[in-house]
């Protein structure tokens, strides 16, 4: 199993360009997130998604589109960066609720400029 | 936003020191989760604590869930460099959603040989 894979690693973006950051799964678990980590702030839930067909918003949504069309796949889009979206974006993925372990991808660094 | 105090932030400790770090809470967690993250990586799950009062070791760390369901600990003993890093508490909240983790803002350490 490759676990959750993240792509790409590194983005510069200009302010205004939009950009899908891609997170898949290879576990079959039902739950993915995204989650961005900046400076002190710890991670920061953006994005879930619970099933395929089923999103919700998380603490920091704003800015931030995502979908869940398959089981494997959980993209977040940014239409039109800012300098305020710079920051290091992780996905993760379980299974069983409230006693399952988040797995964590490798991470996408992201610089707006 | 955020619910859980970390602390500390930070700790620089000589190679073969104990360490302890906490996190505390409002309110009341089901699921206690301690997650590593190593430089340019994701976090990765080094302690889950299901009930309250459960002690769970895993080599050199060892985590606890309060009793009151509003804290947990994690000590590290004998540490070494590779024990450097951010590590971060997390939990599900009774009552929350299924699958929301909430996470502390972590504590850095650094070990000196």
């Not at chain 1, 983005?11 to 993915?32: F, I, P, R, W």
């Not at chain 2, 799950?45 to 009151?68: C, D, H, M, P, V």
Request: proline share 5%.
């Amino acid at each position: 199993n490759a676990g959750v894979t993240q792509t790409p690693k590194f983005q510069v973006l200009k302010t205004g360009q939009s950009m899908t950051l891609q997170c898949a799964q290879d576990m079959n678990h039902e739950y993915m997130s995204w989650y961005r980590q900046d400076p002190g702030m710890g991670l920061r839930l953006i994005h879930y998604s619970v099933g395929a067909g089923i999103t919700d918003q998380g603490e920091v949504p704003n800015g931030y589109n995502v979908s869940r069309s398959t089981t494997e796949d959980f993209p977040l889009r940014l239409l039109s960066a800012a300098p305020s979206q710079t920051s290091v974006y992780f996905c993760a993925s379980s299974s069983s609720g409230q006693t399952g372990t988040q797995y964590f991808g490798p991470g996408t660094r992201l610089l707006v400029l | 936003g955020q619910q859980l105090n970390q602390s500390p932030q930070s700790m620089f400790i000589q190679e073969g020191e104990d360490v302890s770090m906490n996190c505390t809470s409002s309110s009341i967690f089901n699921t206690w989760l301690w997650y590593k993250q190593d430089p340019g990586e994701g976090p990765v799950l080094l302690i889950a604590l299901y009930k309250a009062g459960e002690l769970t070791s895993n080599g050199r760390l060892t985590a606890q869930f309060g009793i009151t369901r509003k804290d947990s600990f994690l000590n590290i003993s004998a540490s070494i460099p590779s024990d450097v890093g951010i590590y971060f508490c997390a939990g599900y909240l009774s009552g929350g959603s299924n699958y929301k983790l909430t996470f502390g803002k972590g504590t850095l350490l650094t070990v000196n040989p």
